[in-house]
């Protein structure tokens, strides 16, 4: 009994899973890639959304990434162990980010 419930909660959760990721929110995922850190998805993997879904995805995506890129929380992002991407490159801070996220890094490795 408790596999066969265990078996219908993993089938429920996959079928969300692959809802979600071909549906959904757009500015909401890209929003998500973009505070995390993420680089942006790239257009072949995006390729089953319309015009108007990329669009939001990319409206999202630059949102985020303008919050990420805040220098002021780039020590504390590289203390966590979180890898940097490189996303922050050619915004107005972008080498003090990088530095600040450096020195944070480098405290987390050593």
């Known amino acids: 009994m408790n596999k066969m419930w265990l078996f219908a909660m993993l089938v429920t959760l996959t079928a969300c899973s692959t809802q979600y990721e071909s549906g959904g929110d757009w500015y909401q995922k890209g929003y998500q890639d973009g505070i995390r850190g993420h680089a942006e998805r790239s257009n072949s993997s995006m390729a089953a ?16 990434v ?14 966590s162990g979180q890898v940097y991407e ?14 600040e996220w450096q020195r944070g890094w480098n405290d987390y490795t050593h």
């Open 66 to 79: 303008k919050e990420y890129c805040n220098p002021n929380f780039a020590y504390q992002i590289g203390l």
């Open 86 to 99: 490189g996303v922050c490159e050619g915004m107005e801070e972008a080498q003090k980010f990088r530095m």
């Open 49 to 64: 959304v319309n015009g108007e879904q990329r669009a939001q995805y990319d409206q999202g995506y630059l949102i985020g």
